[in-house]
């Protein structure tokens, strides 16, 4: 080979790995831009900001939501964990030859049951919110609640998908 076929092999080769590395870097430590949820407010705070924003609770008013938003959070997560034990124990039972319709509805009973009891304590716990709004805060409250429980249930759109769906 001549030497004038080497150097452009060795170019060929270097600019390959610099753009090889390039890309491996631009994957490694590029983040994404993270939006925040449809409605603007930050998904794992709950309705914090809201409660800030568009509510109006002062430091106090914030202080007491804190620390029942604590003693829900405890008092829920065995309740979550429960139902993911119950719905664990259903679709185990797809795998089971034996299973009969009245074990699988009685099941589907006892989920059903769970989920009443997590709705009515998150109903109370909202209810207890409510107890820390000035009269003139109650209707801006209600109205980020009634917003906020249309939403849940809604399927969440992927911003990434390209047909707007």
């Known amino acids: 080979m001549s030497t004038s076929k080497n150097r452009s092999l060795i170019f ?9 590395i390039a890309v491996l870097a631009y994957f490694l430590w ?6 925040p949820p ?10 914090e900001v ?10 106090e008013q914030m202080s007491q939501y804190k620390q029942m938003r604590d003693q829900q959070m405890k008092a829920i997560k065995p309740m979550f964990d429960d139902m993911r034990k119950a719905k664990d ?12 319709d009245s ?13 009443k009891e997590m709705d009515l304590r998150m109903y109370n716990h909202f209810k207890r919110i409510r107890s820390l709004c000035t009269p003139a805060q109650l209707p801006k ?17 992927d911003p990434d998908r390209k047909d707007g769906k």
């Open 30 to 35: 590029y983040k994404k831009p993270t939006r």
């Open 89 to 100: 124990s259903l679709f185990r039972m797809i795998s089971n030859d034996n299973a009969n």
């Open 38 to 47: 449809e409605g603007g407010h930050d998904r794992g705070r709950g309705i």
């Open 141 to 157: 409250y209600d109205s980020v609640i009634q917003r906020m429980m249309r939403k849940m249930g809604k399927p969440r759109r």
């Open 103 to 115: 074990s699988v509805n009685a099941v589907g009973d006892a989920i059903a049951q769970k989920q």
């Open 12 to 20: 060929i080769i270097a600019v390959l790995l610099l753009t090889n």
């Open 50 to 59: 809201p409660l800030q924003k568009e509510v109006g609770f002062n430091e």
